[in-house]
Each structure stands twice: as C-alpha cells, then as structure tokens.
C-alpha cells in the first residue's frame, strides 16, 4: 500500500539519521521515495504482469459465449425436444384457443416436470422422452430397412429395449452436447464487461509512466525501462482494441440467439445470458428423467418375457385424460 502524500512528506523531510528513530518498514519507504515516481511505477508493473492472464480470462471467456450460441443453433437434438413439446402442447390443448401454437418460451421447459398424467408419476417431460427414444432407437438401428413383408406387423419386446436404449443415449448425450451453453450460464455479463473496461483504463497507468519518464531529468538513466514501458504500451493498445471487438462480437452472438428463441431480447436486456441459465437448468432436469426412464425400461424388460408386440406400439394413454393446464407461457408465440 502506498503512503498519502502527508506520510511521504514526512519521510522524506526526515533527517535524523539515528537508526533507531525509524521502523524496517519507514527505512524501506524512505528508500523507495527517492526513486522518481516511484509508486506510480509499481502500479503500472502490477497492471502489466496481470495483463496477459486477464487477457486471456477474457478471450476465453468470449470464446465459450460465441461457441454456446453455435451449440444451441445447430443441435439437433435440442430442436427436436422442443418440437416434441410444442406437439405435445398442441395435442393435449386441442379445442381450446392454446390448441395451435406456433412457438413457446424456453421457461417452459422447466415447467414440463411439474404437469403429470393421471398415474401421478409420469411427467410431461418423461411422455416427451419416452416418444423421442423410441423414435431416435428405431432411426439408428435402422428397423425399418431390415423389416420385410413376413415381419413388418410385429417384433419383440427386445427389439422394443434394444430400440429406447439406443435412443436414451442420443437423449442424454444432449447434455454433452451444450457444454459450453452451461459453461456459459455461469458467467456474469456485467462482471464481463467491467473486466474489459478495467483493463482499457488501466492502460493509462503505463502512458502516465512513459510521459513522466519522459520528462524526468534522469531520462537517460532510465532508457531501458522507458522502452520496456513503450514496447509493451505498443502491444497492448492493439490487444485491448482486439478484445474490445471480440466482447462486442460475442454480445451480438447472445442478443441474436436470445432473439431466436424469445422473440424480443430487450425484455432480457438485465440478464442477457438467461437463456443459458435456462438451457442449463433444463439440461439437468433432462438428465435426471433419462436416468428415470432407462431404469423403468430395465424394469420392463427383466419383469416381462419376451413376448411379440405390435409394429407400432403407443404409450398407455396416461396424458389424454389430463386436465390441459399449461404453463401461462408455454404455448404463447414470439
């Protein structure tokens, strides 16, 4: 910590050369206060060997947002849930005015666990599960290729297990699959950007250094420093210019994507990365349910013989009969 200016003024008007008179740390001080600047020097030698690390915290960090908004746009997987539960919605909403949606708000996602069947257990999420992996499971294995005439009406319950545990590690690979969009849920947006702010204005300290050096009358002895100081005020002007663009690019990133999905991103605009707190919490839910539903599928299969089955089985109508109250967002469009 430096002294104020009062405790410099005091030590530096101190003349008694009595070594007793002051304390290891006032000697040391004392010292240091005959070097020009001296302080002001430290500063700008701190902010310059923190540079590189806050750097590349940063780069890094904008990296992951730019990739999260690339995972969210191109999965597969993900598109597919959400068209299962828009389906869903619309079935289960049929004659009433929520019946035809178009689009609905992530949150609802969060929401599907809370709307049950009529046993009371399986949640909306789980129906939605169950009719992608047994979709994605016949996909992969190709069932519908290898089955001919003689056996294309029926097939086994295996081939039914075979199918879903196929298709549950499609499911559950989602998660995987965004890694960065919850790596990006954790990130503070304002903690961000007051990170590059800091780091443009603390530049400053290194151009105050190089112009008192400047106009110091120990100049020549001080050459070396002064080009150290104007070397690297070279570099990282350029870099902080560079990492100025790249958390501009990445916001955009983020406002683009939250758009996508929510229509107006400027309701969103106090927490710009809520969409990936939002994806990151679904993500957790889905992972709970897949290891539900491949633990009952194990059940089916260890607590049934092997017994022939219709081509096109169906799910025991446990969501028809529910009462359609949805969540108020969940059929509502962009």
């Given at each position: 910590?430096?002294?104020t200016?009062d405790?410099?003024?005091k030590l530096k008007?101190?003349?008694d050369?009595?070594?007793?008179k002051l304390g290891?740390?006032?000697k040391?001080?004392?010292?240091v206060l005959d070097?020009p600047?001296a302080f002001?020097r430290?500063d700008?030698?701190?902010?310059?060997a923190?540079?590189?690390s806050?750097?590349?915290?940063?780069k890094?960090?904008?990296?992951t947002?730019?990739?999260a908004?690339?995972?969210?746009?191109n999965?597969?997987?993900?598109?597919k849930?959400?068209?299962?539960?828009?389906?869903?919605?619309?079935?289960?909403?049929?004659?009433t005015?929520r019946?035809d949606?178009?689009?609905f708000k992530?949150?609802?996602?969060?929401?599907l666990?809370?709307?049950?069947g009529t046993?009371g257990k399986t949640?909306?999420?789980?129906?939605?599960?169950?009719?992608?992996?047994?979709?994605?499971g016949?996909?992969?294995s190709?069932?519908?290729d290898h089955q001919?005439s003689?056996?294309?009406?029926q097939?086994?319950?295996?081939?039914e297990?075979?199918?879903?545990?196929?298709?549950?590690?499609?499911?559950?690979?989602?998660?995987?699959?965004?890694t960065?969009?919850?790596?990006?849920?954790?990130?503070?947006?304002?903690m961000?950007s007051s990170?590059v702010?800091?780091?443009a204005r603390?530049i400053?300290?290194?151009?105050q250094?190089?112009?008192l050096?400047?106009?110091?009358p120990?100049?020549e002895?001080?050459?070396?420093?002064?080009?150290s100081?104007?070397?690297?005020?070279?570099?990282g002007e350029?870099?902080?210019?560079?990492?100025q663009?790249?958390?501009?690019?990445?916001?955009?990133s983020?406002?683009?994507?939250t758009?996508?999905?929510?229509?107006?991103?400027?309701?969103e605009?106090?927490?710009?990365f809520r969409?990936?707190?939002i994806?990151?919490?679904?993500l957790s839910?889905l992972?709970?349910?897949?290891k539900?539903v491949g633990?009952?599928n194990?059940r089916?299969?260890?607590?049934?013989r092997q017994y022939?089955?219709?081509?096109?089985?169906?799910?025991?109508a446990i969501f028809?009969?529910?009462?359609?109250k949805?969540?108020s967002?969940?059929?509502?469009s962009?």
């Amino acid at each position: 910590m430096a002294p104020t200016k009062d405790e410099e003024f005091k030590l530096k008007e101190f003349q008694d050369v009595s070594p007793f008179k002051l304390g290891p740390a006032e000697k040391f001080l004392k010292v240091v206060l005959d070097i020009p600047f001296a302080f002001k020097r430290v500063d700008a030698m701190l902010y310059i060997a923190n540079f590189d690390s806050e750097l590349e915290y940063l780069k890094k960090s904008f990296e992951t947002l730019e990739v999260a908004c690339e995972e969210l746009r191109n999965s597969r997987m993900f598109f597919k849930i959400l068209e299962a539960v828009l389906r869903t919605g619309n079935r289960m909403n049929v004659g009433t005015n929520r019946g035809d949606a178009q689009a609905f708000k992530l949150d609802t996602l969060l929401k599907l666990v809370d709307i049950k069947g009529t046993d009371g257990k399986t949640t909306l999420l789980h129906f939605v599960v169950q009719e992608i992996v047994r979709t994605e499971g016949s996909h992969i294995s190709g069932a519908n290729d290898h089955q001919d005439s003689d056996n294309i009406q029926q097939y086994t319950l295996q081939d039914e297990v075979d199918f879903r545990k196929l298709g549950l590690q499609v499911v559950s690979g989602l998660s995987g699959e965004l890694t960065n969009v919850k790596k990006a849920a954790a990130m503070d947006s304002d903690m961000l950007s007051s990170d590059v702010s800091k780091l443009a204005r603390g530049i400053e300290k290194v151009v105050q250094v190089v112009k008192l050096n400047e106009e110091s009358p120990l100049k020549e002895t001080n050459q070396k420093f002064s080009e150290s100081m104007k070397g690297f005020l070279e570099k990282g002007e350029e870099e902080i210019l560079r990492i100025q663009a790249q958390e501009k690019n990445a916001f955009s990133s983020v406002k683009e994507i939250t758009e996508y999905f929510h229509g107006n991103s400027a309701k969103e605009e106090a927490h710009p990365f809520r969409i990936f707190m939002i994806v990151r919490d679904f993500l957790s839910i889905l992972d709970g349910v897949c290891k539900e539903v491949g633990k009952a599928n194990e059940r089916t299969l260890v607590g049934s013989r092997q017994y022939v089955m219709p081509a096109n089985p169906t799910l025991p109508a446990i969501f028809p009969e529910i009462i359609p109250k949805q969540p108020s967002d969940s059929s509502e469009s962009d």
